[in-house]
């Protein structure tokens, strides 16, 4: 079955490690995308790619990176200096529409980072 | 900054009734609109997306597009209390931002039996 993969489902790591996320798509989707989400918050765009080798920098890209070396894969990492990086991360992907045609988002599962 | 605006709820229905969840927007040349459903603690999936000013019927759930006015809105009619969620209003970026979505926080519904 298509779909997108994120792992792990949960993660925890001490303060001042860093941590990389991963997410895999088989959907053939171009873009691709990390989304932040915090209790009682809508959801904010860390990075986005729309093609492999890539990337933008969302509202809240500092304290991470990610990279973009296959069309399937776009691993976020949080960075000891993201200061509060306990959320819970969304990867999306789409296809990279016309202005005439519209993709919607797909999401994954979600990993949830705890840092303590 | 592009804005997408919601009630924050909480909203709360008896089951069999109609809610209505609202969104307004800033950006006036948006064409894309988008309700995603998250269940608590999971990831959000996408129930309609309207693209034309007007109304879009799914099933139980119909979604209303009002251009000039900036508005896009979602109807649950018969709700069930299965359709308790976070309901995230989203619209599609133009121009250098093609493909980004701006996700309104979302609006809590609970359907009480």
């Known amino acids: 079955d298509g779909g997108i993969t994120q792992s792990p489902k949960y993660l925890f790591r001490k303060e001042g490690q860093n941590v990389t996320l991963s997410c895999e798509q088989n959907?053939?989707?171009?873009?691709m995308y990390w989304y932040r989400q915090d209790p009682g918050q809508g959801l904010r765009l860390i990075y986005y790619?729309?093609?492999?080798?890539?990337?933008q920098k969302g509202d809240i890209a500092e304290g991470y990176s990610v990279s973009r070396e296959k069309k399937e894969s776009f691993p976020l990492t949080v960075t000891s200096a993201q200061k509060n990086p306990t959320a819970f991360y969304l990867c999306?992907?789409?296809?990279?529409?016309?202005?005439?045609?519209?993709?919607?988002?797909?999401f994954g599962n979600g990993t949830r980072l705890t840092v303590t | 900054q592009k804005e997408v605006e919601q009630n924050s709820g909480p909203l709360s229905v008896p089951e069999g009734a109609i809610a209505s969840l609202n969104c307004t927007y800033s950006d006036r040349v948006s064409q894309s609109f988008f309700w995603y459903r998250q269940y608590s603690g999971k990831s959000p999936e996408l129930i309609m997306s309207i693209y034309s000013n007007g109304d879009k019927e799914d099933g139980r759930f119909t979604a209303q597009l009002n251009k000039a006015s900036q508005y896009v809105s979602l109807l649950i009619r018969d709700s069930q209390p299965s359709d308790s969620a976070t309901y995230l209003c989203?619209?599609?970026?133009?121009?250098?931002?093609?493909?980004?979505?701006?996700f309104g926080r979302g609006t809590q519904l609970t359907v009480w039996p």
């Open positions: 790619s729309q093609i492999v080798n890539d990337f």
């Open positions: 959907l053939n989707h171009d873009a």
């Open positions: 999306a992907s789409s296809f990279i529409e016309s202005s005439s045609a519209n993709s919607p988002l797909h």
């Open positions: 989203a619209v599609k970026g133009r121009g250098s931002t093609l493909g980004r979505l701006y």
